[in-house]
């Protein structure tokens, strides 16, 4: 759920668009003028402002501006008649998002708000290089082996200068997340970041979308456009899968890397450009090259610094820690719990070879969470959710006594040579949950309603990887006062 603030003198239009966009499930709040407007603004800390161009007192440009004086990162979009265009043109030259023409279709508006909530969650969430803090409203890049250890460096040592960054990994290795850090950590990081998927973009529209252009230049140019390049002016570009980008448009890459200038589509004036990049790809971009779909001396270009990733496979010392990260977040949602995972559910993960990376581990550890049950997660369902068969069975579900005879049933029908010891880790486990659970986490009153001595509860635990809370852990220090 983002946080939107409309700012129009037009009550009508108010209310019918914060319905609309409650209904999506956002948080709406509303105001009549620019003044009003700042005045909730401080306060509300929306993710992205909605604002007629034409206000009563304050004009839509001034509270822009104020606006993004109070934080740079804020995305605008700029609502105005069709008798205004222009101003809208320069609102978005000051780096409003974009702007709609009034009247709008309502898919329209939804489609260009999406793009914008997206651009407002890569450049003001923030990138944390560790996982050791608990505040999980962040973005985390985890793993203590040396390769991630030498990325932190790479970042810490590239982030503060102004060149090009080329981060390079397979999918799902967190390439995005590296380049919010690269930006998050740079001089420019109180400067517009705009972000360009050269894969999302119809290649028909891809050069507009990042050049802009001017009224005429083709059909249904009614107005003069400014691309997102020119929209970053002193910031940062993130040009995302750019091995996938049209050869015609690395042309223009390259000239804006070379001559800090570009120029838009029907246009003649060239237009000066400040702009850092940072380009991500999964591609061979040598093999690439080879193939004749891109351009040498643009690679040559990019790879000032390369940024790569390693997969998941090359790094399975990171697996504990990164699942340890996702059951605690998963864990805030509601509906789920953290009740940890077993040696063999660690194992399992181990022994995978993740071709879809930190992404598929990331899925496979919610499927798990979905469906166990609340119990810690066991290979067997380690195993389920990536094969993905795991189904809910209504029947087994009608008593916890049905679910544990299927529970053993599967494992003894899967072959594994341990079934007796990983059952009774299992059964163990979820039994261990349980007492937690009605003591609140209060280790000492589970040792009791266990019939076991506290040290023999906590040895079990640590054997089997049960973990508790930041909660649990401050009612046990409770016990010893």
């Given at each position: 759920?983002?946080?939107?603030?409309?700012?129009?003198?037009?009550?009508?239009?108010?209310?019918?668009?914060?319905?609309?966009?409650?209904?999506?499930?956002?948080?709406?709040?509303?105001?009549?003028?620019?003044?009003?407007?700042?005045?909730?603004?401080?306060?509300?800390?929306?993710?992205?402002?909605?604002?007629?161009?034409?206000?009563?007192?304050?004009?839509?440009?001034?509270?822009?501006?104020?606006?993004?004086?109070l934080?740079?990162?804020?995305?605008?979009?700029?609502?105005?008649?069709?008798?205004?265009?222009?101003?809208?043109?320069?609102?978005?030259?000051?780096?409003?998002?974009?702007y709609?023409?009034?009247?709008?279709?309502?898919?329209?508006?939804?489609?260009?708000i999406?793009?914008?909530?997206?651009?407002?969650?890569?450049?003001?969430?923030?990138?944390?290089?560790?996982?050791?803090?608990?505040?999980?409203?962040?973005?985390?890049?985890?793993?203590?082996?040396?390769?991630?250890?030498?990325?932190?460096?790479?970042?810490?040592?590239?982030?503060?200068?102004?060149?090009?960054?080329?981060?390079?990994?397979?999918?799902?290795?967190?390439?995005?997340?590296?380049?919010?850090?690269?930006?998050?950590?740079?001089?420019?990081?109180?400067?517009?970041?705009?972000?360009?998927?050269?894969?999302?973009?119809?290649?028909?529209?891809?050069?507009?979308?990042?050049?802009?252009?001017?009224?005429?230049?083709?059909?249904g140019?009614?107005?003069?456009?400014?691309?997102?390049?020119?929209?970053?002016?002193?910031?940062?570009?993130?040009?995302?899968?750019?091995?996938?980008?049209?050869?015609?448009?690395?042309?223009?890459?390259?000239?804006?890397?070379?001559?800090?200038?570009?120029?838009?589509?029907?246009?003649?004036?060239?237009?000066?450009?400040?702009?850092?990049?940072?380009?991500?790809?999964?591609?061979?971009?040598?093999?690439?090259?080879?193939?004749?779909?891109?351009?040498?001396?643009?690679?040559?270009?990019?790879?000032?610094?390369?940024?790569?990733?390693?997969?998941?496979?090359?790094r399975?010392?990171?697996?504990?820690?990164?699942?340890?990260?996702?059951?605690?977040?998963?864990?805030?949602?509601?509906?789920?719990?953290?009740?940890?995972?077993?040696?063999?559910?660690?194992?399992?993960?181990?022994?995978?070879?993740?071709?879809?990376?930190?992404?598929?581990?990331?899925?496979?550890?919610?499927?798990?969470?979905?469906?166990?049950?609340?119990?810690?997660?066991?290979?067997?369902?380690?195993?389920?959710?990536?094969?993905?068969?795991?189904?809910c069975?209504?029947?087994?579900?009608?008593?916890?006594?049905?679910?544990?005879v299927?529970?053993?049933?599967?494992?003894?029908?899967?072959?594994?040579?341990?079934?007796?010891?990983?059952?009774?880790?299992?059964?163990?486990?979820m039994?261990?949950?349980?007492?937690?659970?009605?003591?609140?986490?209060?280790?000492?009153?589970?040792?009791?309603l266990?019939?076991?001595?506290?040290?023999?509860?906590?040895?079990?635990?640590?054997?089997?990887?049960?973990?508790?809370?930041?909660?649990?852990?401050?009612?046990?220090?409770?016990?010893?006062?």
């Open positions: 759920m983002a946080k939107i603030l409309i700012v129009d003198d037009d009550a009508a239009l108010r209310i019918s668009f914060a319905k609309i966009l409650q209904g999506e499930g956002h948080n709406v709040q509303s105001a009549a003028s620019g003044e009003a407007g700042i005045e909730i603004y401080t306060s509300f800390n929306p993710d992205l402002v909605i604002q007629d161009v034409r206000l009563p007192g304050m004009d839509g440009l001034e509270t822009f501006s104020r606006m993004k004086e934080d740079p990162s804020v995305q605008s979009i700029i609502m105005t008649a069709y008798g205004t265009t222009e101003t809208a043109i320069t609102a978005t030259s000051m780096g409003a998002f974009d709609l023409l009034k009247p709008f279709e309502i898919p329209e508006m939804l489609e260009l999406g793009k914008a909530l997206e651009a407002s969650r890569f450049s003001r969430k923030k990138v944390r290089l560790d996982a050791d803090s608990e505040d999980l409203d962040v973005d985390a890049i985890i793993g203590g082996s040396r390769a991630m250890q030498n990325l932190y460096k790479s970042i810490g040592r590239v982030a503060p200068t102004d060149a090009l960054v080329l981060v390079r990994g397979e999918s799902g290795t967190g390439k995005e997340l590296v380049a919010r850090a690269v930006f998050q950590h740079s001089m420019r990081s109180d400067k517009p970041f705009v972000v360009i998927n050269c894969v999302a973009i119809p290649e028909t529209l891809l050069e507009s979308e990042l050049f802009g252009y001017e009224r005429g230049a083709f059909t140019a009614n107005t003069r456009k400014i691309g997102r390049i020119e929209q970053a002016d002193g910031g940062t570009v993130f040009l995302d899968e750019i091995g996938d980008m049209p050869l015609s448009i690395q042309a223009k890459i390259l000239r804006l890397l070379q001559e800090k200038s570009i120029e838009r589509i029907g246009g003649r004036e060239t237009i000066p450009i400040d702009v850092r990049i940072i380009a991500a790809t999964n591609r061979n971009l040598e093999q690439a090259i080879n193939d004749g779909l891109f351009r040498e001396d643009l690679y040559y270009r990019l790879k000032v610094v390369t940024l790569p990733l390693p997969p998941l496979r090359e399975l010392t990171d697996l504990p820690q990164l699942t340890e990260y996702f059951l605690r977040r998963l864990s805030t949602v509601p509906g789920m719990s953290n009740p940890g995972i077993s040696r063999s559910g660690l194992l399992a993960l181990q022994e995978h070879s993740w071709p879809g990376n930190v992404r598929e581990l990331a899925n496979c550890i919610q499927k798990a969470l979905i469906f166990n049950r609340g119990a810690p997660i066991s290979a067997e369902d380690i195993q389920s959710a990536i094969k993905g068969d795991r189904s069975n209504t029947e087994a579900a009608d008593s916890h006594e049905n679910h544990g299927e529970i053993i049933r599967r494992t003894l029908s899967s072959g594994d040579e341990n079934a007796y010891a990983n059952l009774m880790d299992r059964f163990s486990s039994v261990i949950t349980e007492a937690l659970s009605m003591c609140d986490g209060n280790r000492s009153k589970a040792s009791r266990l019939g076991m001595s506290r040290p023999t509860l906590l040895s079990r635990m640590e054997r089997l990887g049960l973990r508790v809370s930041a909660k649990v852990s401050s009612d046990n220090s409770s016990e010893k006062n």
